[in-house]
């Protein structure tokens, strides 16, 4: 079978752990030639020698300027961009009084501030192939508010904004979609539990709220990224999809 990113140059944030590196190492194993951004340099080195084609550069997404030298370094080493996955996140814990201003920038700047940086270096390189994508790794928490989140909610539904806005501006060049996460085992969950009296409790809570009765897996997740990156969904734009166990219809 043809693969699926066979040739494709693309940026994916938040590589160095979590659904970031699933969908990086999922991509990989589809022909895509890799930009990898984390903050974690021992496991982004480590996640760059395991996958071909694939150069890893250290840095923090909240910067203006390391998204625009993870642009700069797909251009010095594959010649073009095709896609980027923006998958970076981090969470803010705490209540409005409670939650330090500077812990309220620093969420937004990480979730929603990051997508336009990156998407700003990078449209103008997108426009030049044929099918440039911009895919957004949201949550359901777009949709569904949580206790101690407020930096968190808010970001991730305004990333779904800027996702359809941008469709809008750079149809039918450049393709831009999200995926809305739901209960996912990963660290971020499990940091995320921690906003509860009894973090073990709110996790397996949620595994029960889920129509599936189970936590989605970071394969899962790269699975639809895939989907959506790909030819197959060639007619899908400025969509958010859900993929949470069913736990918004429970």
Request: aromatic share 6%; with cysteine; net charge positive.
């Amino acid at each position: 079978m043809a693969l699926k990113l066979k040739d494709k140059v693309c940026i994916v944030t938040g590589a160095t752990g979590g659904m970031g590196m699933a969908i990086a190492e999922t991509f990989a194993l589809e022909g895509a030639k890799l930009v990898l951004s984390g903050r974690n340099a021992a496991r982004g080195e480590a996640l760059s020698k395991k996958l071909k084609n694939a150069v890893f550069v250290p840095g923090d997404v909240s910067q203006p300027a390391h998204n625009e030298e993870l642009v700069e370094a797909a251009i010095a080493n594959f010649g073009k961009l095709n896609l980027l996955s923006i998958n970076a996140g981090i969470l803010g814990l705490g209540n409005v009084v409670e939650l330090p201003i500077s812990s309220w920038h620093t969420t937004i700047d990480t979730n929603l501030s990051s997508i336009f940086y990156l998407s700003k270096f990078a449209i103008p390189y997108l426009q030049k192939e044929s099918n440039g994508i911009i895919l957004i790794n949201a949550s359901i928490a777009a949709y569904k508010s949580f206790p101690n989140h407020p930096a968190y909610c808010a970001s991730k539904a305004a990333s779904l904004a800027l996702m359809r806005q941008m469709a809008v501006e750079y149809a039918p060049k450049i393709r831009v979609n999200a995926i809305c996460p739901g209960p996912v085992d990963t660290q971020l969950l499990w940091d995320s539990a921690k906003a509860f009296e009894k973090p073990e409790l709110a996790v397996e809570n949620a595994r029960k709220a889920t129509l599936m009765q189970r936590l989605g897996t970071t394969k899962e997740v790269a699975k639809l990224a895939l989907f959506l990156v790909s030819e197959d969904a060639s007619w899908i734009t400025g969509t958010a999809m859900n993929i949470d166990g069913g736990i918004l219809n429970a």
